[in-house]
C-alpha cells in the first residue's frame, strides 16, 4: 500500500511540474481558535496564502465569490507516508478564475498535534472556467508553524 502512495505522489509531481511551476506559498500563519469546539482534538487555523505567479489567469476548484479547494497531505514522521486530509463540501465546485500576480487564501483548522509536521497542499487548476478535468497541482513540503505565543485570532474567511 506504501509503495502505491509513493508511486501515485510521484506520478503527480512528474506529471504536474509546470503548474506547480505557476504558484508559490507566500505565507503559512497558524492562529489559535478563540474557543475549541472539539471534543477529539485542541485545534488551531492553518492560514494558507498562495500566489499565482503566472503571466496568465487560473482557474481554482472552488465555491465562488472566493473559496477555494485546497486539499492537504500531512506526513506525521520521517519515515510515514502522506496521509491526505479530506474535506467535504455539499455545494456545486466552480472554477474560480486568480489572475497573474493575485493571492489567494485558505483557511484550514488543523489539530495541534500536528504542529511541525510536513504538509502539502493540493487543489485542481485550469487555463478555462469551462475545463471540468483540469490539472491538479501539488505543492509544497513545508513545516506547519507553531502558534504565537499570544491572543486569540478570528481569521478572516
Do not use: C
Not at 87 to 97: A, C, H, K, N
Amino acid at each position: 500500500m506504501k509503495s502505491l502512495v509513493f508511486f501515485t505522489l510521484g506520478l503527480l509531481i512528474l506529471a504536474l511540474g509546470e503548474a506547480e511551476a505557476q504558484w508559490e506559498i507566500r505565507r503559512v500563519e497558524a492562529q489559535p481558535m478563540e474557543a475549541q469546539t472539539s471534543e477529539v482534538s485542541e485545534d488551531f487555523w492553518l492560514r494558507l496564502t498562495l500566489r499565482n505567479t503566472s503571466k496568465k489567469v487560473i482557474y481554482v476548484q472552488g465555491i465562488e465569490p472566493n473559496w477555494f479547494m485546497i486539499e492537504a497531505f500531512i506526513r506525521k514522521g520521517p519515515d510515514a507516508v502522506w496521509e491526505r486530509q479530506n474535506t467535504g463540501v455539499d455545494r456545486e465546485l466552480v472554477m474560480i478564475p486568480v489572475a497573474p500576480g493575485d493571492e489567494i487564501v485558505s483557511v484550514r483548522r488543523e489539530s495541534v498535534a500536528d504542529i511541525g509536521k510536513s504538509m502539502m497542499l493540493t487543489f485542481l487548476v485550469a487555463h478555462s472556467p469551462r475545463d471540468t478535468s483540469g490539472s491538479r497541482v501539488l505543492l509544497g513540503d513545508f513545516k506547519i508553524p507553531a502558534l504565537p505565543k499570544s491572543g486569540a485570532v478570528t481569521p478572516d474567511p
